[in-house]
């Protein structure tokens, strides 16, 4: 079965590192997203891309938090620099448009001490 | 205020039982993903729709429209079906996906 790809599984780090993660989107699909799931406030939506073009980031910090596609193959999520207050786990989903079923990669477990 | 209201939060029930899980709404929606978070944390996509019924297996996924409310219902439930399901309404801008705090569901046996 396709899946999407996320790496690495797990990560802790020290506030003040940069972080990066990876997406391997489901090949062919053509939409990818980042969410971030927290305790308190669950999941949100930080990023989405269509044909690798970003389409919406409206929901990330734009100060320290940056998503880019360099290709249609790999979708990153960047944090530089990375504070207490971004532990969370992070989630890629890839799919065949906004309104057509996403596919969930299995997160990112970030701790940042 | 979230704009994506789910009831219960919690819920248990026995092997066996009908269960049904509420979402509500408060802004024009395009579309209303249910997904499902298994205990492991992986998150699975059960239903997108925009209105009507859709059914899967055992799982059974409607909305309203003119009300704002969808329902997700379980028929005959089973241990394995305890997760997290969330709700998620994706809005007539057709960018802005907005969810639900989820319910997290117990089926014993």
């Known amino acids: 079965d396709a899946r999407v ?11 003040g590192q ?5 997406c391997q989107p489901i090949l062919g699909h053509n939409t990818v997203f980042w969410y971030r799931q927290t305790m308190m406030q669950g999941l949100e939506l930080l ?28 979708a990153t999520l960047k944090i530089q620099p990375s504070e207490p207050r971004d532990s969370a786990v992070y989630f890629c989903a890839s799919g065949l448009g906004i309104n057509q079923p996403q596919h969930f990669g299995d997160g ?4 940042i001490l | 205020k979230n704009e994506v209201e789910q009831s219960p939060q919690n819920l248990t029930a026995q092997e066996g039982e009908f269960i049904t899980i509420n979402c509500s709404y408060s802004v024009g929606i395009s579309a209303l993903h249910w997904l499902q978070q298994h ?6 996509s059960l239903f997108m729709l925009s209105s009507g019924k859709k059914k899967h297996g055992r799982l059974i996924a409607t909305i309203n429209i003119q009300e704002k409310h969808s329902s997700l219902h379980i028929t005959a439930s089973h241990p394995r079906d305890s997760a997290v399901y969330i709700c998620a309404v994706l809005s007539n801008s057709g960018y802005a996906l907005n969810f639900g705090k ?3 569901l117990l089926v014993t046996p």
């Open chain 2, 102 to 104: 989820g319910t997290s």
């Open chain 1, 108 to 111: 990112t477990r970030l701790s």
């Open chain 1, 18 to 22: 940069e972080v990066t993660m990876r």
């Open chain 1, 5 to 15: 790809t996320q790496t690495p599984r797990h990560k802790v780090t020290e506030m």
């Open chain 1, 47 to 74: 990023a989405y891309f269509r044909n690798r073009a970003p389409l919406d980031d409206s929901g990330m910090p734009k100060d320290r938090f940056s998503a880019e596609m360099p290709d249609a193959t790999l």
């Open chain 2, 39 to 44: 205990p492991g944390g992986g998150i699975v």
